[in-house]
């Protein structure tokens, strides 16, 4: 882990209505705001969520919830009309790839053979890209790469927010990655603002190497980010 980092949240219709300004006074610099999930889900809580965090002055970011069974440029162009834009300033689009679980208790890889499940993630993230302008992040943890995708492959040309709820210093990082960006190390977390518990984050970074990533980085110029980048 890099000598500084970030703290964050990331948060859902699951946290209700949230109150930004006590989030910002608690000392959370930044979040990700669930937007969508595959082609028929649009979070009740996003545009509000959206526009909460930019009033407070809370670097913001968006994340869809992938799907395998739905057609990955339909479930990129609901997420690019529900974002509409990624502005300078906001944190790139991010690609949240776990167990896409049905109501029956199924999950939705299954049905798919091992290789063709990381081209139907690179479909959406190649969409996303071109659509918004900003080359977007996966979030995943290293046990589903293993067991989903066997190796990361060129899913590991995106930056990593990686999900591992640890004490520990540092998280797993799946193989293929050489570093994270932003690390959920917690999904109970208590923050002045949120009813209920919140997932935490971090940022591998300052505050400036934050800053610089959601405001300066092109699309497709991405290498890493806070120390992972050393910028």
């Keep these: 882990m890099s000598l500084s980092v970030v703290p964050g949240i990331d948060v859902s219709h699951h946290q209700g209505t949230v109150d930004w300004k006590a989030v910002a006074g608690a000392g ?3 979040a990700y705001a669930k937007a969508t999930e595959g082609t028929n889900f649009f979070d009740s809580q996003f545009a509000p969520n959206w526009k909460g965090m930019q009033n407070a002055g809370i670097i913001r970011g968006a994340y869809h919830f992938f799907r395998p069974a739905a057609a990955p440029k339909a479930q990129a162009g609901q997420f690019v009309s529900t974002v509409e834009s990624i502005e300078v300033g906001d944190l790139p689009p991010v690609l949240d ?3 896409a679980r049905t109501s029956t208790g199924q999950d939705e890889w299954q049905a798919f053979p091992i ?3 990381i081209p139907l993630a690179l479909e959406w993230l ?3 890209e071109e659509k918004l302008g900003r080359r977007p992040l996966i979030y995943t943890r290293s046990g589903f790469v293993k067991s989903y995708f066997g190796n990361a492959g060129q899913l590991a040309n995106y930056l990593l927010w990686i999900a591992h709820y640890t004490p ?7 193989t293929g990655w050489a570093n994270w960006a932003f690390w959920q190390y917690s999904d109970s977390g208590q923050v002045s603002g949120i009813v209920g518990r919140v997932d935490l984050d971090r940022f591998n970074g ?3 190497e934050l800053t610089a990533f959601a405001g300066t980085v092109p699309a ?3 290498p890493g980010a806070g120390q992972a980048a050393g910028v």
Aim: proline share 12%; no cysteine.
């Design 168 to 174: 520990a210093p540092e998280p797993n990082v799946p």
């Design 28 to 30: 959370i610099s930044f």
């Design 206 to 208: 300052s505050v400036a």
């Design 115 to 117: 290789e063709q499940r």
């Design 220 to 222: 497709g110029d991405q």
């Design 126 to 128: 190649e969409e996303v």
């Design 97 to 99: 790839l776990e167990e």
